[in-house]
């Protein structure tokens, strides 16, 4: 069973910033790609950053702004974001592309919200 655990996110002003850190335990054999989506209601879950090895992918529009990296514990990651904006709040959901003894699949954490407002 693989669990993932978000934490960091609230309440910034536009302008400010937050970290979010995401860990990934259980029985992985590989871990491919970690990363996060975000999510406003009625829109469908978008691709925020995600990281495979020293290779990383961002949206346009958070590039120059968030930054995608290995945590110090093993299977983790972060996002510094910076310079946020209104259009930055949303639900961001870490996510784990991992290989078990059995299968790769996704994994996904329950969500952690970050809101920007003055």
């Known amino acids: 069973q693989v669990q993932v655990a978000e934490s960091g996110g609230g309440l910034v002003p536009p302008g400010g910033s937050l970290r979010l850190s995401c860990a990934v335990s259980?029985?992985?054999?590989?871990?491919?790609?970690m990363g996060w989506y975000r999510q406003v209601p009625g829109k469908e879950r978008e691709l925020v950053a995600r990281a495979s090895g020293s290779l990383t992918d961002y949206a346009d529009s958070v590039k120059g702004r968030f930054t995608i990296s290995t945590g110090d514990a093993k299977n983790s990651v972060n996002l510094q974001m910076n310079n946020l904006k209104p259009e930055d709040t949303a639900v961001y959901y870490c996510?784990?592309?991992?290989?078990?003894?059995?299968?790769?699949?996704?994994?996904w954490g329950q969500g952690t919200q970050v809101t920007v407002s003055s």
């Open positions: 259980g029985n992985i054999l590989l871990l491919h790609v």
């Open positions: 996510f784990a592309d991992a290989r078990t003894s059995t299968s790769r699949e996704n994994y």
